[in-house]
């Protein structure tokens, strides 16, 4: 348990000090400090005093609304955890607010998105849900009924890390962890 957690801090460190040796422009003329996630979504998930992580069956459509949330409409409910652990929490908001996390591609993926996972940031009365699919790697921001997809290959290990140590006993997550290697 202690092993993943420093990974996720090293994880973590990684990203700040790649980052924070950055030049602001790029050779290609891209401004390294932007990422091409809207700032409606990075705002709240910089802000957010609490996280919630589900595990979802996305091959299951829950016709009732559990919370104020979207969460449901990508599929069923398995498990719920609060974020409690400070390390992990902090790692992931680096992750997802990192402007490299993301690349801006003219490239489409043409998949359908099953979610597997999402993480619900609260900040106040503000919501943003992060989702990914393990199956075409698109994780979406949403807020508002409005959304927002990406590609997210390049943070698919640290999210997979991540929800195992929220779903420890979850097969489907440690087989992709274990495939990962």
């Not at 790029?26 to 595990?55: F, K, M, P, Q, T």
């Not at 003219?106 to 940031?121: G, Q, W």
Request: aromatic share 12%; glycine share 4%.
């Amino acid at each position: 348990m202690k092993k993943s957690f420093c990974i996720l801090l090293f994880l973590g460190l990684l990203f700040y000090s790649k980052h924070a040796s950055c030049s602001n422009v790029l050779d290609n003329g891209i401004d390294a400090d932007s990422s091409i996630v809207s700032n409606n979504y990075i705002g709240i998930i910089e802000s957010a005093d609490s996280i919630v992580w589900y595990l979802l069956d996305p091959m299951n459509v829950d016709s009732m609304s559990l919370d104020s949330t979207s969460v449901n409409k990508g599929g069923e409910i398995l498990l719920c955890q609060t974020d409690t652990l400070r390390e992990r929490y902090n790692a992931l908001k680096t992750t997802l607010c990192y402007p490299q996390s993301f690349v801006k591609s003219d490239m489409v993926k043409n998949c359908t998105f099953l979610p597997d996972v999402a993480v619900c940031f609260f900040s106040g009365k503000d919501v943003v849900t992060f989702s990914y699919s393990f199956y075409c790697d698109v994780c979406r921001f949403e807020k508002d009924g409005k959304y927002q997809d990406m590609d997210g290959e390049l943070i698919r290990k640290a999210i997979i890390q991540m929800a195992c140590e929220n779903f420890p006993k979850d097969r489907y997550l440690r087989n992709l962890k274990r495939k990962q290697k």
